[in-house]
């Protein structure tokens, strides 16, 4: 039977949940749309490079980006087609970034040549992180971080546990629930080459108590002789965030500005390991992810595998949504962002969609005076001063927020912003204000 814990960090918030919606619905493969638009900044880092050109006929799988150095990764065709255009494209963060508009050819089908496999066996560290890194691999939980840069152990320092991350804590997403129950196979897969490039001496698998299948059936499918063991934490939101884990699972501390491997520890989000598992063995790029489409708004919610570059506005006609859609988020409504144009595209980062209806708004009131009541600081589970960095970002004072509040340390979850009986739009004031912070040390950098 696999472990329990009682432990947990502190404050976070009890956000109700909307699992039950899409957590049994078996994973569905998403038809092509007529045309892929596939944005180059889609990861955290360079945006990659094309490489194809206008006119030129390329078969899924096919390499049409390259990584532009070593914080990026390269980009494969979703569909075999024809690259109508290369041009700007509209991306989530509300800019616009080059991007590839990819010609489905009528009737292409699922299946990808293989390319240069990596044998877990054979291979070492480094060419298991070129593989991931070659297999255009990012986190899949929505920070769509180059994961080969993630495994990087660096010098001096070394991984003890390799921590599967299959929380997904966001209260309508269950693509991490629907991959652990139908794809453990890749889960373990992945775990070998994820042993191999961190030599961790273990892994554990968090999982919270809402998804007892899933943790059941990873631990009687451990393979033999594979040090894994699965460990079950209490329901909270934000236990996904990889500091919390960490200190739900293993009482560590990652101490302020710091990371999981400052503790010994490498964490890994599950649908990425799976992903590894998957792709690595053949030498394929990623074409495809799990999405959950749900909300009040949708009328065929359930669990997709949809192809990179499927545009938004597609993905909705396909699935059906009411006439009063008022709100479509990308990711969960806690950590995901409000959608305001839909020509945008499904990307490697987007775990979920989630559409409100009027009536049933995520939208809060209009943003009223701070009351000084609190709830935003018993909700942080950094311990920072919501409250204080709110009045402080109105101000721009951005300085102070980074020397006296630690405002790095918020890893935007959102918790304070819906606690707070004013209804401040709290997170994205700091997402801001960080965003200006790092444009400031760049420009500082620069002279
Ligand atoms: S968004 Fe930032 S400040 Fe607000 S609760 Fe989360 S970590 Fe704390
Ligand atoms: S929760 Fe809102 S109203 Fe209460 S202290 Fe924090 S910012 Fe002010």
Same mark, same amino acid.
């Given at each position: 039977?696999?472990?329990?814990?009682?432990?947990?960090?502190?404050?976070?918030?009890?956000?109700?949940?909307?699992?039950?919606?899409?957590?049994?619905?078996?994973?569905?493969?998403?038809?092509?749309?007529?045309?892929?638009?596939?944005?180059?900044?889609? $990861?955290?880092?360079?945006?990659?490079?094309?490489?194809?050109?206008?006119?030129?006929?390329?078969?899924?799988?096919?390499?049409?980006?390259?990584?532009?150095?070593?914080?990026?990764?390269?980009?494969?065709?979703?569909?075999?087609?024809?690259?109508?255009?290369?041009?700007?494209? $509209?991306? =989530?963060? %509300?800019?616009?970034?080059?991007?590839?508009?990819?010609?489905?050819?009528?009737?292409?089908?699922?299946?990808?040549?293989?390319?240069?496999?990596?044998?877990?066996?054979?291979?070492?560290?480094?060419?298991?992180?070129? %593989?991931?890194?070659?297999?255009?691999?990012?986190?899949?939980?929505?920070?769509?971080?180059?994961? $080969?840069?993630? !495994?990087?152990?660096?010098?001096?320092?070394?991984?003890?546990?390799?921590?599967?991350?299959?929380?997904? @804590?966001?209260?309508? !997403?269950?693509?991490?629930?629907?991959?652990?129950?139908?794809?453990?196979?890749?889960?373990?897969?992945?775990?070998?080459?994820?042993?191999?490039?961190?030599?961790?001496?273990?892994?554990?698998?968090?999982?919270?108590?809402?998804?007892?299948?899933?943790?059941?059936?990873?631990?009687?499918?451990?393979?033999? %002789?594979?040090?894994?063991?699965?460990?079950?934490?209490?329901?909270?939101?934000?236990?996904?965030?990889?500091?919390?884990?960490?200190?739900?699972?293993?009482?560590?501390?990652?101490?302020?500005?710091?990371?999981?491997?400052?503790?010994?520890?490498?964490?890994?989000?599950?649908?990425?390991?799976?992903?590894?598992?998957?792709?690595?063995?053949?030498?394929?790029?990623?074409?495809?992810?799990?999405?959950?489409?749900?909300?009040?708004?949708?009328?065929?919610?359930?669990?997709?595998?949809?192809?990179?570059?499927?545009? =938004?506005?597609?993905? =909705?006609?396909?699935?059906?949504?009411?006439?009063?859609?008022?709100?479509?988020?990308?990711?969960?409504?806690?950590?995901?962002?409000?959608?305001?144009?839909?020509?945008?595209?499904?990307?490697?980062?987007?775990?979920?969609?989630?559409?409100?209806?009027?009536?049933?708004?995520?939208?809060?009131?209009?943003?009223?005076? @701070?009351?000084?009541?609190?709830?935003?600081?018993?909700?942080?589970?950094?311990?920072?001063?919501?409250?204080?960095?709110?009045?402080?970002?109105?101000?721009?004072?951005?300085?102070?927020?980074?020397?006296?509040?630690?405002?790095?340390?918020?890893?935007? @979850?959102?918790?304070?912003?819906?606690?707070?009986?004013?209804?401040?739009?709290?997170?994205?004031?700091?997402?801001?204000?960080?965003?200006?912070?790092?444009?400031?040390?760049?420009?500082?950098?620069? $002279?």
């Amino acid at each position: 039977m696999f472990n329990f814990s009682k432990n947990t960090f502190k404050h976070g918030v009890h956000p109700p949940e909307h699992k039950d919606d899409t957590c049994t619905m078996k994973i569905k493969q998403f038809p092509f749309a007529p045309v892929m638009i596939i944005p180059m900044a889609q $990861h955290l880092g360079a945006p990659s490079q094309v490489v194809v050109k206008e006119g030129q006929e390329v078969s899924r799988g096919q390499l049409i980006a390259k990584a532009n150095g070593y914080m990026s990764v390269p980009i494969h065709a979703p569909v075999s087609g024809v690259i109508k255009k290369i041009g700007l494209v $509209h991306t =989530l963060s %509300g800019n616009r970034c080059e991007g590839i508009y990819l010609e489905a050819f009528p009737f292409s089908g699922q299946e990808v040549p293989a390319g240069h496999g990596v044998d877990w066996r054979t291979s070492n560290q480094d060419e298991i992180l070129a %593989g991931v890194q070659q297999a255009g691999i990012v986190g899949l939980g929505g920070a769509a971080f180059p994961t $080969h840069v993630k !495994l990087k152990v660096p010098d001096g320092k070394k991984c003890e546990v390799l921590m599967l991350n299959g929380i997904e @804590c966001e209260p309508y !997403l269950t693509t991490d629930h629907r991959v652990m129950l139908e794809q453990s196979s890749d889960i373990f897969m992945g775990i070998r080459y994820l042993l191999r490039s961190t030599q961790a001496e273990r892994v554990i698998i968090g999982i919270e108590a809402n998804k007892l299948d899933a943790a059941e059936h990873l631990q009687n499918n451990i393979p033999e %002789g594979l040090p894994v063991e699965v460990k079950v934490v209490p329901v909270k939101y934000p236990q996904g965030a990889e500091k919390m884990l960490i200190k739900s699972v293993l009482d560590r501390e990652v101490p302020s500005g710091g990371l999981p491997i400052d503790v010994g520890v490498v964490v890994v989000n599950i649908a990425t390991c799976a992903e590894i598992g998957r792709l690595l063995p053949y030498g394929h790029g990623i074409q495809e992810r799990v999405v959950t489409i749900t909300g009040p708004g949708v009328k065929k919610k359930g669990n997709y595998l949809i192809p990179i570059g499927t545009p =938004l506005r597609f993905a =909705l006609e396909e699935v059906g949504v009411a006439d009063n859609i008022s709100e479509v988020y990308m990711g969960g409504p806690m950590m995901g962002m409000s959608v305001s144009n839909l020509d945008i595209s499904i990307t490697k980062g987007t775990s979920g969609i989630v559409v409100f209806t009027e009536g049933e708004t995520k939208k809060q009131g209009k943003p009223m005076a @701070c009351i000084k009541c609190g709830a935003c600081v018993q909700a942080c589970p950094m311990s920072l001063n919501p409250s204080r960095m709110g009045i402080l970002a109105k101000h721009e004072a951005y300085q102070e927020m980074l020397d006296q509040e630690h405002i790095m340390d918020c890893f935007e @979850c959102g918790s304070c912003a819906y606690v707070c009986p004013s209804n401040i739009p709290l997170v994205q004031y700091f997402r801001q204000s960080k965003s200006s912070i790092r444009k400031q040390k760049l420009k500082a950098n620069a $002279h």
